[in-house]
């Protein structure tokens, strides 16, 4: 299975999707399954791009 190839804007809407999850009352492997990332998939991503909005993603 070929791996998928996510951009920058890609993995913030999912992490945006997993955060609104999270606010619902979902726990964490269930926000993340729904969005369709696995849960180390988004500790990863949250390291890397957790204090960045879109806007300052431009600049």
Request: net charge positive; hydrophobic share 35%.
């Amino acid at each position: 299975m070929a791996r998928k190839r996510y951009s920058d804007e890609d993995i913030l809407r999912v992490l945006r999707k997993i955060e609104l999850g999270l606010a619902s009352g979902s726990d964490n492997a269930a926000a993340c399954r729904n969005a369709g990332a696995s849960d180390a998939t988004y500790e990863t991503w949250r390291k890397r791009f957790g204090d960045i909005g879109r806007s300052e993603m431009a600049n």
